[in-house]
Nanobody, 118 residues
Framework: QVQLEESGGGLVQPGGSLRLSCTAS????????MGWYRQAPGKQRELVAR???????YYEDSVKGRFTISRGDAKNTVYLQMNSLKPEDTAVYYC????????????WGRGIQVTVSS
Protein backbone atom coordinates (compact mmCIF):
# COMPACT_ATOMS: atom_id res chain seq x y z
CA GLN A 1 0.00 0.00 0.00
CA VAL A 2 1.04 3.56 -0.70
CA GLN A 3 0.18 6.36 1.68
CA LEU A 4 0.25 10.06 0.82
CA GLU A 5 0.22 12.47 3.76
CA GLU A 6 -0.54 16.13 3.11
CA SER A 7 0.06 19.18 5.29
CA GLY A 8 0.14 22.95 5.08
CA GLY A 9 -3.39 24.00 4.22
CA GLY A 10 -5.46 26.59 6.02
CA LEU A 11 -7.05 30.01 5.81
CA VAL A 12 -5.21 32.89 4.11
CA GLN A 13 -6.17 36.35 2.92
CA PRO A 14 -6.22 37.21 -0.79
CA GLY A 15 -2.70 37.93 -1.96
CA GLY A 16 -1.20 35.70 0.69
CA SER A 17 0.87 32.54 0.42
CA LEU A 18 0.69 28.94 1.56
CA ARG A 19 2.99 25.96 1.08
CA LEU A 20 1.52 22.49 0.78
CA SER A 21 3.62 19.39 1.44
CA CYS A 22 2.98 15.75 0.64
CA THR A 23 5.10 12.75 1.58
CA ALA A 24 4.69 9.32 0.03
CA SER A 25 5.40 6.19 2.07
CA UNK A 26 4.75 2.46 2.00
CA UNK A 27 5.32 -0.03 -0.85
CA UNK A 28 6.52 2.43 -3.45
CA UNK A 29 7.87 0.97 -6.69
CA UNK A 30 8.10 4.24 -8.54
CA UNK A 31 7.80 7.98 -7.96
CA UNK A 32 7.30 8.77 -11.64
CA UNK A 33 5.03 11.80 -11.21
CA MET A 34 3.71 13.57 -8.14
CA GLY A 35 1.31 16.43 -8.21
CA TRP A 36 -1.66 18.29 -6.80
CA TYR A 37 -5.29 18.30 -7.81
CA ARG A 38 -8.01 20.48 -6.35
CA GLN A 39 -11.76 20.32 -6.10
CA ALA A 40 -13.96 23.28 -5.32
CA PRO A 41 -17.59 22.86 -4.22
CA GLY A 42 -19.79 21.94 -7.18
CA LYS A 43 -16.83 21.54 -9.54
CA GLN A 44 -14.86 18.64 -10.92
CA ARG A 45 -11.45 17.75 -9.58
CA GLU A 46 -8.75 19.37 -11.71
CA LEU A 47 -5.00 18.94 -12.05
CA VAL A 48 -3.24 22.00 -10.65
CA ALA A 49 0.42 21.06 -11.02
CA ARG A 50 2.53 17.98 -11.66
CA UNK A 51 6.23 17.23 -11.33
CA UNK A 52 7.69 14.33 -13.33
CA UNK A 53 10.87 12.56 -12.23
CA UNK A 54 12.82 13.99 -15.21
CA UNK A 55 12.09 17.42 -13.68
CA UNK A 56 9.47 18.45 -16.22
CA UNK A 57 6.51 20.28 -14.75
CA TYR A 58 2.93 21.05 -15.71
CA TYR A 59 0.74 23.88 -14.42
CA GLU A 60 -2.92 24.60 -14.97
CA ASP A 61 -3.25 27.93 -16.79
CA SER A 62 -4.83 29.86 -13.92
CA VAL A 63 -1.94 29.15 -11.54
CA LYS A 64 0.99 29.75 -13.89
CA GLY A 65 3.34 32.36 -12.45
CA ARG A 66 1.78 32.05 -8.98
CA PHE A 67 2.30 28.41 -7.97
CA THR A 68 5.54 26.44 -7.99
CA ILE A 69 5.82 22.67 -7.63
CA SER A 70 9.01 21.01 -6.49
CA ARG A 71 10.34 17.75 -5.03
CA GLY A 72 12.43 17.16 -1.98
CA ASP A 73 15.90 15.64 -2.18
CA ALA A 74 14.53 12.17 -1.36
CA LYS A 75 12.01 12.53 -4.23
CA ASN A 76 9.16 11.10 -2.14
CA THR A 77 8.03 14.54 -1.01
CA VAL A 78 6.34 17.11 -3.22
CA TYR A 79 5.72 20.74 -2.38
CA LEU A 80 3.33 23.30 -3.81
CA GLN A 81 4.27 26.89 -3.09
CA MET A 82 1.20 29.03 -3.66
CA ASN A 83 1.66 32.78 -3.90
CA SER A 84 -0.71 35.63 -4.76
CA LEU A 85 -3.63 33.48 -3.71
CA LYS A 86 -7.09 34.37 -4.94
CA PRO A 87 -10.54 33.49 -3.59
CA GLU A 88 -11.02 31.22 -6.61
CA ASP A 89 -8.10 29.09 -5.39
CA THR A 90 -10.31 27.97 -2.50
CA ALA A 91 -10.70 24.20 -2.71
CA VAL A 92 -9.73 20.89 -1.22
CA TYR A 93 -6.26 20.07 -2.53
CA TYR A 94 -5.32 16.44 -3.10
CA CYS A 95 -1.83 15.03 -3.43
CA UNK A 96 -1.47 12.55 -6.28
CA UNK A 97 1.11 9.92 -7.21
CA UNK A 98 0.72 9.06 -10.90
CA UNK A 99 2.18 5.81 -12.23
CA UNK A 100 0.95 5.32 -15.80
CA UNK A 101 2.94 2.10 -16.30
CA UNK A 102 1.34 0.26 -13.39
CA UNK A 103 -2.01 -1.45 -12.97
CA UNK A 104 -2.91 0.95 -10.21
CA UNK A 105 -1.98 4.19 -11.88
CA UNK A 106 -3.06 6.75 -9.27
CA UNK A 107 -2.77 7.10 -5.52
CA TRP A 108 -4.41 9.90 -3.55
CA GLY A 109 -4.02 11.73 -0.31
CA ARG A 110 -7.04 12.44 1.88
CA GLY A 111 -7.19 16.07 0.84
CA ILE A 112 -6.45 19.32 2.63
CA GLN A 113 -8.57 22.45 2.74
CA VAL A 114 -7.24 25.74 1.38
CA THR A 115 -9.47 28.75 1.95
CA VAL A 116 -8.66 32.19 0.54
CA SER A 117 -10.88 34.81 2.11
CA SER A 118 -10.72 38.21 3.76
Amino acid sequence: QVQLEESGGGLVQPGGSLRLSCTASGRIFSLYAMGWYRQAPGKQRELVARHVEDDTTYYEDSVKGRFTISRGDAKNTVYLQMNSLKPEDTAVYYCNLHLPAFTVSDYWGRGIQVTVSS
